[in-house]
Nanobody, 117 residues
Framework: QVQLVESGGGLVQPGGSLRLSCAASGSGFSRAAMGWYRQAPGKQRDVVATISNGGGITYYVDSVKGRFTISRDNAKNTVYLQMNSLKPEDTAVYYC??????????WGQGTQVTVSS
């Protein structure tokens, strides 16, 4: 059974930074693609960034390119999202997603990020 636990969210002023972490328990982390998604109030959940199992391939939605960096540490079963130059429109609940090579994906419970002065 896989569990994903996000942390690192909070309230930050525009232009500030946050680092989100997602720790995975259970097996299969190093063989799974990982991703960060976000959902703002009244909107659908959308992808923010993804990273391949080995970390060599990353994807970013256009709105965060140059500001966010996704990374992973397979020895610690953890994926990170470094968020810089935050904007009010980045305000959302951020979710971690684990996509195994086989089988269903897993989601974390989410962490709130609020960008406001």
């Amino acid at each position: 059974q896989v569990q994903l636990v996000e942390s690192g969210g909070g309230l930050v002023q525009p232009g500030g930074s946050l680092r989100l972490s997602c720790a995975a328990s259970g097996s299969g982390f190093s063989r799974a693609a990982m991703g960060w998604y976000r959902q703002a109030p009244g909107k659908q959940r959308d992808v923010v960034a993804t990273i391949s199992n080995g970390g060599g391939i990353t994807y970013y939605v256009d709105s965060v390119k140059g500001r966010f960096t996704i990374s992973r540490d397979n020895a610690k079963n953890t994926v990170y999202l470094q968020m810089n130059s935050l904007k009010p429109e980045d305000t959302a609940v951020y979710y971690c997603k684990m996509t195994p090579y086989f089988g269903a994906a897993y989601w974390g419970q989410g962490t709130q990020v609020t960008v406001s002065s």
